[in-house]
C-alpha cells in the first residue's frame, strides 16, 4: 500500500512538472543611464538635462516553472550617455568630459515572485519580483572633451551581474504589464573610456555600473497545469 501512495506521488509530481510549464514573449521600453568615471552621479537618472536618444528597447523570453520562478532570458539595446555638465562635482564639470555608446546586452537568470502569480486563474495576478543572473553586453569606447576626441576602441564585450526590482500585473488573461528598474554591474572600467588614459582619471578601483527603467507587455502562452488526482 506504501509503495501504491509513492507510485501516485511521484505521478503526481511528475505530471506537474512536465505539464505546468508556460511562456511568455515580451517587449520592453525605457530609459537608460551610467554610473561610473563620467556625468551625473546619481543611480537612477533616466531622465538628464541635454539627453535624449538613451532610449531602451529589447525583447525578452520567459519559462514560468512555479507561481514563484521563472527562467528568463532578454536581449536589450540602448545607448548609455553621460556628460560631466550634468554633475553635481564641479571638478567633474570643469574637466568636461562626454560619451554616447551604443549597447546591446543579452542576459539569462531567474526571476524571483514575492508573491504566488498564477497564470491560470482569476487571483494571484499582482506581485512584485526580483531578478538577477548573468549579462554579456557589448558597447563602444568613445571619450570626448568639449569637441576633442580623447580616445576610441569600438566593440569591447564584458560580463556582469544584472540586479533588478520590479512590479507585474495580469491582465485580459493572456497579458501581463510590467515596470522595473534594474542596475548592471560591469566587470570592467572601459565604457566610460577610462582604459585608453592614465590612472589618475577618475577611480580606477571602481567598475561601472549602467541602469535601465523600463515599462513592458509579455504575452502568456503554453500548457494550462494538469492536476493528477491521487485516490
Keep these: 500500500l506504501r509503495i501504491n501512495h509513492f507510485i501516485l506521488l511521484l505521478f503526481s509530481f511528475m505530471c506537474n512538472s512536465l505539464f505546468s510549464q508556460i511562456y511568455e514573449v515580451g517587449y520592453v521600453h525605457g530609459k537608460s543611464n551610467f554610473i561610473g568615471d563620467v556625468g551625473d552621479t546619481k543611480f537612477v537618472n533616466p531622465f538628464q538635462k541635454n539627453i535624449s536618444n538613451n532610449n531602451v528597447s529589447g525583447f525578452s523570453l520567459k519559462w514560468n516553472r512555479s507561481p514563484r520562478h521563472s527562467i528568463k532570458l532578454t536581449f536589450i539595446k540602448s545607448n548609455l550617455i553621460a556628460n560631466d555638465v550634468n554633475s553635481k562635482d564641479p571638478r567633474r564639470i570643469e574637466r568636461g ?47 570626448l572633451q568639449g569637441d576633442n576626441l580623447i580616445s576610441v576602441n569600438k566593440k569591447n564585450k564584458s560580463f556582469g551581474i544584472p540586479m533588478i526590482i520590479g512590479l507585474k500585473v495580469r491582465f485580459l488573461e493572456k497579458f501581463i504589464f510590467s ?8 566587470f570592467s572600467d572601459e565604457i566610460d573610456g577610462n582604459s585608453s588614459l592614465n590612472p589618475n582619471f577618475g577611480n580606477i578601483n571602481n567598475n561601472d555600473w549602467y541602469f535601465f527603467s523600463s515599462l513592458g507587455i509579455s504575452y502568456t502562452f503554453g500548457r494550462r497545469p494538469c492536476y493528477c488526482n491521487i485516490r
Design 97 to 143: 568630459y562626454s560619451f554616447s555608446t551604443p549597447i546591446s546586452e543579452i542576459s539569462a537568470g531567474i526571476e524571483f515572485n514575492m508573491l504566488d502569480f498564477n497564470l491560470h486563474e482569476d487571483y494571484d495576478i499582482f506581485s512584485p519580483y526580483m531578478y538577477t543572473g548573468l549579462s554579456f553586453s557589448k558597447f563602444d569606447e568613445i571619450l
Design 179 to 186: 515596470m522595473e528598474g534594474g542596475a548592471r554591474y560591469v
